[in-house]
C-alpha cells in the first residue's frame, strides 16, 4: 500500500490551497484518513481526519479554514485549506488507517507536502 500525497506549494497568508492523497495497492477497507504535519523544530502534530462515518475531524488550530473531503472510489482525501496563516507552515503528511487484502489493520503514511505561507 502506498499513500501519495501532493498539492503542497508557496501561497501568501489568506490564500489558500488544495492538498490531495490517493492510497493505493491491495486494499480490503479504509477505516479512515487524514493529514498530520511537522513545522521546522516541531513536534508532528494531528489536523484532520475523516473516519468511516464521513464526518471531519478538525484540530482546533484549522477549525473553520480547513475542509476535509474524501472520495471513497478513489480511496482518496483531500484538504482545503483556506485562509492560510504563516503558522500553516509544515510539511503535510497524508496517513490512512486501513486493512490490506489478507493483512491486519495498520497505519500508513504519505511522503509529506511542503506547504509555504508567506506573510
Known amino acids: 500500500v502506498q ?8 501561497v501568501q497568508a489568506g490564500g489558500s490551497l488544495r492538498l490531495s492523497c490517493v492510497a493505493s495497492g491491495s486494499i480490503f477497507s479504509i477505516d479512515a484518513m487524514g493529514w498530520y504535519r511537522q513545522a521546522p523544530d516541531k513536534e508532528r502534530e494531528w489536523v484532520a481526519n475523516m473516519p468511516r462515518d464521513g ?5 482546533d488550530s484549522v477549525k473553520g479554514r ?54
Open 3 to 10: 499513500l501519495q500525497a501532493s498539492g503542497g506549494g508557496l
Open 55 to 59: 464526518i471531519g475531524r478538525y484540530a
Open 66 to 119: 480547513f475542509t476535509i473531503s474524501k472520495d471513497n472510489a478513489k480511496n482518496a482525501v483531500y484538504l482545503q485549506m483556506n485562509t492560510l496563516k504563516p503558522e500553516d507552515t509544515a510539511v503535510y503528511y497524508c496517513n490512512a488507517i486501513l486493512t490490506e487484502t489478507r493483512r491486519r489493520r495498520d497505519e500508513y503514511w504519505g511522503q509529506g507536502t511542503l506547504v509555504t505561507v508567506s506573510s
